[in-house]
């Protein structure tokens, strides 16, 4: 052990210093090759134990990385499909926003749209992983450089502004919810006016806000294009495919 060498040496020298028997320039000799000893000992012992810790510390980059490989895949599939929603409620509330004054809504077309006037899309992204591994210092020890940067911007930028879009859209959503809160009224033939006030002057505004969520979309194109860019970043550093 390096510690036993250190202290094995250490007593030579003192031992060295007291000798009677050696001129002064050999004792020094003799010092300064015991203390080179020990310099190299301490230096072999540090080398050791920091190619170690960093052994351990990329394990759990690899650790990390690979669990993240896995939520991204996880992330990508919801969000392609929060994109179909969003493009079926641009189509219904493009339908609703662009019929004529004095015409009216398909009963047919209504039913069709019904669930997407009424869907709250919204990613739950799987950031537990990247928000552990942050605050525990970590992140850091990622070498590649352009991974690191590409994970932290996309947790920290991308979907940040993704779901700052998305609590717009669904602010307008609320209104319109709101909206027919009140104004909904059953009819005689067991249906609803809800046709009817969505083509009122406030239905229809509202409509003509969430028509157009393209702001949306493309923030979504930018994180499940990063987060794919992160994937193969992944699996070449580990030459998985």
């Given at each position: 052990?390096?510690?036993?060498?250190?202290?094995?040496?250490?007593?030579?020298?003192?031992?060295?210093?007291?000798?009677?028997?050696?001129?002064?320039?050999?004792?020094?000799?003799?010092?300064?090759?015991?203390?080179?000893?020990?310099?190299?000992?301490?230096?072999?012992?540090?080398?050791?134990?920091?190619?170690?810790?960093?052994?351990?510390?990329?394990?759990?980059?690899?650790?990390?990385?690979?669990?993240?490989?896995?939520?991204?895949?996880?992330?990508?599939?919801?969000?392609?499909?929060?994109?179909?929603?969003?493009?079926?409620?641009?189509?219904?509330?493009?339908?609703?926003?662009?019929?004529?004054?004095?015409?009216?809504?398909?009963?047919?077309?209504?039913?069709?749209?019904?669930?997407?006037?009424?869907?709250?899309?919204?990613?739950?992204?799987?950031n537990g992983r990247f928000e552990g591994f942050k605050s525990s210092g970590k992140i850091g020890l990622i070498e590649n450089e352009e991974l690191q940067n590409d994970i932290?911007?996309?947790?920290?930028?991308?979907?940040?502004?993704?779901?700052?879009?998305?609590?717009?859209?669904?602010?307008?959503?609320?209104?319109?919810?709101?909206?027919?809160?009140?104004?909904?009224?059953?009819?005689?033939?067991?249906?609803?006016?809800?046709?009817?006030?969505?083509?009122?002057?406030?239905?229809?505004?509202?409509?003509?806000?969430?028509?157009?969520?393209?702001?949306?979309?493309?923030?979504?194109?930018?994180?499940?294009?990063?987060?794919?860019?992160?994937?193969?970043?992944?699996?070449?550093?580990?030459?998985?495919?």
């Amino acid at each position: 052990m390096a510690e036993d060498e250190i202290a094995k040496h250490t007593k030579k020298i003192y031992k060295i210093a007291a000798e009677k028997d050696h001129t002064f320039w050999h004792k020094v000799k003799d010092i300064v090759i015991e203390i080179a000893i020990i310099v190299f000992a301490v230096t072999i012992s540090i080398w050791f134990h920091n190619n170690s810790e960093h052994r351990h510390q990329q394990e759990d980059v690899k650790t990390f990385l690979l669990g993240l490989e896995k939520d991204l895949t996880s992330d990508i599939a919801e969000m392609q499909n929060d994109k179909q929603s969003y493009e079926m409620q641009r189509a219904a509330f493009t339908y609703i926003s662009r019929t004529r004054l004095g015409e009216t809504l398909s009963r047919d077309s209504v039913n069709y749209y019904y669930n997407w006037i009424y869907n709250s899309t919204a990613l739950a992204p799987n950031n537990g992983r990247f928000e552990g591994f942050k605050s525990s210092g970590k992140i850091g020890l990622i070498e590649n450089e352009e991974l690191q940067n590409d994970i932290i911007d996309l947790y920290q930028e991308n979907v940040v502004s993704l779901l700052a879009s998305t609590a717009r859209y669904l602010d307008n959503k609320n209104h319109l919810f709101d909206y027919v809160m009140k104004n909904r009224r059953r009819l005689t033939d067991s249906t609803t006016n809800l046709s009817a006030i969505l083509l009122q002057d406030e239905g229809r505004n509202i409509c003509t806000m969430l028509r157009d969520p393209s702001e949306l979309l493309s923030r979504y194109d930018s994180c499940i294009n990063k987060a794919r860019k992160i994937i193969t970043q992944i699996n070449k550093e580990y030459d998985l495919k």
